[in-house]
């Protein structure tokens, strides 16, 4: 779906069983950050990325942050609201030791936040001939 279709947004998540926000460097706020966007049609993706686990928490729908990257956060208010998202979320996934320590600082000893391998090293490699 678009990202900035919030109606489809709110229709998915009310339809589906799980809510996955990922993979990839996700979580920084590089383009356009709206706060005050959050959960309205916008075109902030940060205020989108960030918004879905709030939307799913309260639709009551579980939420699995997988194996993404964080960083360069251009405010204060952009990463808090990255660990708004991360705090709503059943399990986050995050590729490096540094977007762990960057998006919860504390490092709880609970391992809700786990360091995991880039989804993309378990790809097969595409077969070059083919390609040609």
Same mark, same amino acid.
């Given at each position: 779906?678009?990202?900035?279709?919030?109606?489809? /947004?709110?229709?998915?998540?009310?339809h589906c069983d799980?809510?996955?926000?990922?993979?990839? $460097?996700?979580f920084n706020s590089?383009?356009?950050?709206? &706060?005050?966007?959050?959960?309205?049609?916008?075109?902030?993706?940060?205020?989108?990325?960030?918004?879905? &686990?709030?939307?799913?928490?309260?639709? $009551?729908?579980?939420?699995?942050?997988?194996?993404?990257?964080?960083?360069?956060?251009?405010? /204060?208010?952009?990463?808090?609201?990255?660990?708004?998202?991360?705090?709503?979320?059943?399990?986050?996934?995050?590729?490096?030791?540094?977007?762990?320590?960057?998006?919860?600082? /504390?490092? &709880? /000893?609970?391992g809700r936040i786990?360091?995991?391998?880039?989804?993309?090293?378990?790809?097969?490699?595409?077969?070059?001939?083919?390609?040609?």
């Open positions: 779906m678009p990202w900035t279709d919030w109606r489809r /947004a709110v229709q998915s998540v009310q799980l809510l996955i926000v990922g993979g990839g $460097g996700l590089y383009l356009n950050y709206g &706060p005050e966007d959050l959960l309205v049609q916008s075109t902030s993706f940060g205020s989108f990325i960030f918004g879905l &686990p709030v939307l799913a928490h309260m639709l $009551g729908k579980p939420v699995y942050i997988c194996a993404i990257g964080a960083g360069q956060f251009n405010s /204060a208010e952009a990463l808090r609201h990255a660990r708004m998202a991360v705090k709503l979320a059943t399990v986050c996934t995050v590729r490096d030791l540094a977007s762990k320590r960057l998006l919860d600082p /504390a490092t &709880p /000893a609970d786990r360091v995991t391998a880039d989804a993309a090293f378990r790809l097969e490699n595409a077969d070059v001939e083919a390609l040609v």
